[in-house]
């Protein structure tokens, strides 16, 4: 089946690291997101691709980087990792149908980093 | 921007009973809400979702209610079982524009942990 993956599952890091989370996707959806779920806040956005050129910063992007290297490759980076960031971290594709401009969102299993 | 809130946070049933969780959004363009079943340790995954041109959508033993007027939504589950044990999250989407492209902008609610007990 056609999913959403990301790597690595968990990871256990410290204060100042430089971490890199990714995503691949088998859906062939153009548009990618990356979400951070923490307990009371729900999930917020940190940073959407809608294509490979396109990058745009979400709700909560301070302290984050992104890289779309590829259609289906969207990766999520810790410059400078802080206690703060700990949190469940999600990826997510949508694919708009011709009209449609609310999508269903496909999250990856989920990557839970801990910082130190 | 959007503002959604969600109650309550944590949510107690029997085997059986009827479940409610309620959200309300700020912004009166926000046109299409979706809700998410986050099961334990997995993925969110949409289980119904509802467009403002709609004042009630119903799947099974769940449904979804929209008052445009007061701007809040409710997520119903009849019957409960415990595999409706899960965090549900509601978002309410608004028409957005990023570098030219138009898309549905989420912003979701801060989730309800449900317990069904057998």
């Known amino acids: 089946d056609a999913d959403v993956t990301q790597t690595p599952r968990n990871r256990i890091t410290k204060t100042g690291k430089r971490i890199m989370l990714e995503c691949s996707q088998t859906k062939g959806h153009d548009r990618m997101y990356w979400y951070r779920q923490d307990p009371g806040l729900g999930l917020r956005l940190i940073y959407y691709s809608f294509d490979v050129k396109d990058i745009n910063k979400g709700e909560i992007s301070d302290g984050y980087s992104v890289s779309r290297q590829a259609q289906a490759k969207f990766s999520l980076s810790l410059e400078s990792a802080i206690p703060n960031q700990t949190a469940l971290y999600f990826c997510?594709?949508?694919?708009?149908?011709?009209?449609?401009?609310?999508?269903?969102?496909?999250f990856g299993s989920g990557t839970q980093l801990s910082v130190l | 921007g959007e503002n959604v809130e969600q109650h309550p946070s944590t949510l107690s049933v029997q085997e059986g009973d009827s479940a409610v969780i309620k959200c309300t959004y700020s912004?009166?363009?926000?046109?299409?809400f979706p809700w998410y079943k986050q099961e334990l340790g997995k993925r969110p995954q949409l289980i119904i979702d509802i467009r403002s041109n709609v004042g009630e959508k119903k799947d099974q033993r769940i449904a979804v209610t929209l008052n445009k007027t007061a701007k809040h939504f409710s997520l119903h589950i009849t019957e409960t079982q415990p595999e409706d044990s899960a965090v549900y999250f509601c978002a309410a989407s608004t028409l957005s524009n990023a570098g030219g492209t138009s898309y549905g902008k989420l912003t979701f609610g801060q989730g309800t942990i449900l317990t069904v007990h057998p």
């Open positions: 997510a594709t949508s694919d708009p149908h011709r009209g449609r401009l609310h999508e269903k969102l496909f």
């Open positions: 912004d009166s363009a926000s046109n299409y």
